[in-house]
């Protein structure tokens, strides 16, 4: 059964950063394609990164481009979002989801519609 856990979120102040993970089971990252997503309140949920079933394609929304990075340790199996300077605006609740992609692919899915797959969220708030 294919199942998502993201971890790492928390309370940070501005300019902090957080580490986000997202804990993949039943499935070989080797096989899909992992996005991070968030939501703030009253917002549309909006994709913030992605990585392709290669590892090797990545991809940031404007908003995060140069402060955030997405990696994964297929040993552990797991996807990393790795926030840094990280402002108010970056509060919003944060997803991680798979998309079924051929072996060791470069494409990189951006919308959410694309992706089936969807662990429960982690909790990030940037605040002083």
């Known amino acids: 059964q294919l199942q998502l856990v993201e971890s790492g979120g928390g309370l940070v102040q501005p300019g902090g950063s957080l580490r986000l993970s997202c804990a993949a089971s039943?499935?070989?990252?080797?096989?899909?394609?992992i996005g991070w997503f968030r939501q703030a309140p009253g917002e549309e949920r909006e994709g913030v990164s992605y990585?392709?079933?290669?590892?090797?394609?990545?991809d940031y929304v404007d908003a995060v481009k140069g402060r955030f990075t997405i990696s994964r340790d297929i040993a552990k199996n797991t996807v990393y979002l790795q926030m840094n300077s990280l402002k108010p605006e970056d509060t919003a609740e944060y997803y991680c989801?798979?998309?079924?992609?051929?072996?060791?692919?470069?494409?990189?899915?951006?919308?959410?519609?694309?992706?089936?797959?969807w662990g429960q969220g982690t909790q990030v708030t940037v605040s002083s």
């Open positions: 039943g499935f070989s990252l080797e096989y899909y394609a």
């Open positions: 989801a798979a998309d079924r992609q051929p072996y060791y692919s470069d494409y990189t899915p951006h919308s959410s519609a694309d992706f089936s797959s």
């Open positions: 990585i392709s079933s290669s590892g090797h394609a990545t």
